[in-house]
């Protein structure tokens, strides 16, 4: 019994530790946002006692470098696995102009197997202010790319701006000799989805990821892709996967509700949004979570959560909108007139609102107010439900 209730206690614990993450992550992103360098640099670098990738540890680095806290940025950026490190490390002694050590990380950066393509490197914002170093011309005076790494520079150039089928086809031959080169897959899907073939575009992320299935950039462009065709139930799913790699990107929360949503799956929607608001009680968020109540049909929690949205922003359209429908489906009739009405006076392009509102006041009586109301919606925006209204109605009174 013991052994269970140790268990039980380590899961909690667990469970609390990457909450306490998430929330210190979320908070450093906010506090960048609003250019408040060093609080953003000290939450990244505490949420780096929770979460250890990668992923976190540069953009923590990059934080510091932001904020010259380049103490902290060197030792972060040292526990960087992959060759990150040394681009990372490179773009301290930058910003510190110390640019023989700068020198140094980005000659071991450049003699890795994987590394970005070389324009990108040179025109990294922060690796670009060595451009004017005698340091940086030694650099590049040699050749750190083989002749393939050349090549898909002058494919992703001639793709773009040039002969895109002819660099199509060079693409596909140079994947048959190098099936494991994930970069000729990912110009292929561009090249593909800027021709508007999203089959063939989708078919080559999935090729990659067989390659590497945790890349996070992969799942999340190939997701994008999905949702573009309508496959929804398949781009949530996606998703779901790059979130699993970066759960404090709570930011995909909502994107993976709003598929699941769409691919009719309310009920995982609303748990993904409620999981959001532990973390970010978001007025946008919120607004989806109370329209997904509405689309599954439970028109009471919608109305509940319009009415915590109500109290931040109590005449805001939509928010009358979504709550007046929602009174209409539980026969309140009323409330629904008045939150209608109320939102048209706000914002009048509201084509639907004219019929609903037509009806909320029949039901409650007032049938020559009902009739106005549908034919201002037919003459308007030629809805034909409320001609039938006109119709069935209207020229009985």
């Not at 999905?226 to 998703?239: C, F, I, P, S, V």
């Not at 009806?359 to 009902?370: L, S, T």
Request: contains cysteine; proline residues 2%; aromatic residues 14%.
């Amino acid at each position: 019994m013991k052994q269970v209730f140790l268990y039980i206690f380590l899961v909690i614990s667990n469970i609390t530790l990457a909450q306490n993450g998430i929330m210190l992550y979320n908070q450093a992103k906010q506090a960048f946002n609003k250019k408040q360098f060093a609080l953003a640099a000290e939450k990244i670098t505490q949420a780096t006692n929770y979460f250890s990738d990668d992923y976190i540890l540069q953009k923590a680095a990059e934080y510091n470098i932001i904020a010259r806290r380049f103490a902290q940025a060197k030792k972060i950026a040292s526990k960087i696995k992959n060759e990150q490190k040394y681009l990372t490390l490179a773009k301290i002694f930058i910003a510190r102009e110390q640019y023989d050590s700068a020198y140094h990380y980005l000659a071991l950066y450049l003699s890795q197997k994987y590394k970005e393509p070389e324009y990108k490197v040179k025109n990294d914002t922060l690796i670009n202010k060595m451009s004017h170093t005698d340091w940086w011309h030694k650099l590049w005076a040699k050749q750190w790319y083989d002749s393939l790494y050349i090549k898909l520079d002058q494919l992703d150039v001639q793709a773009k701006y040039g002969d895109e089928t002819d660099a199509i086809k060079q693409l596909e031959a140079l994947q048959k000799q190098h099936p494991n080169q994930i970069r000729i897959y990912t110009l292929l899907a561009e090249s593909y989805k800027r021709l508007g073939a999203l089959n063939p575009a989708i078919g080559q992320l999935k090729k990659a990821l067989t390659i590497n299935s945790n890349n996070y950039e992969l799942l999340t462009e190939l997701s994008k892709l999905q949702a573009q065709k309508k496959d929804y139930h398949d781009a949530g799913q996606t998703l779901e996967k790059a979130y699993r790699l970066r759960p404090y990107e709570i930011e995909l929360l909502p994107q993976i509700a709003d598929l699941m949503t769409k691919s009719s799956d309310a009920d995982k929607a609303i748990t993904l949004l409620k999981k959001y608001l532990q973390y970010n009680d978001s007025q946008t968020v919120r607004y989806q979570l109370a329209n997904t109540y509405y689309i599954k049909g439970d028109y009471l929690e919608a109305i509940r959560t319009v009415n915590q949205l109500m109290k931040k922003d109590k005449n805001n359209y939509k928010y009358l909108t979504l709550r007046g429908k929602s009174y209409m489906h539980t026969n309140n009739f009323h409330n629904a007139y008045y939150d209608m009405t109320m939102s048209l006076d706000l914002y009048p392009y509201q084509p639907e609102l004219y019929r609903l509102i037509g009806q909320a006041a029949y039901f409650i009586g007032h049938k020559q107010e009902a009739c106005l109301y549908w034919q201002r919606s037919y003459q308007m925006f030629h809805d034909k439900q409320a001609l039938d209204m006109l119709n069935k109605i209207c020229k009985k009174h």
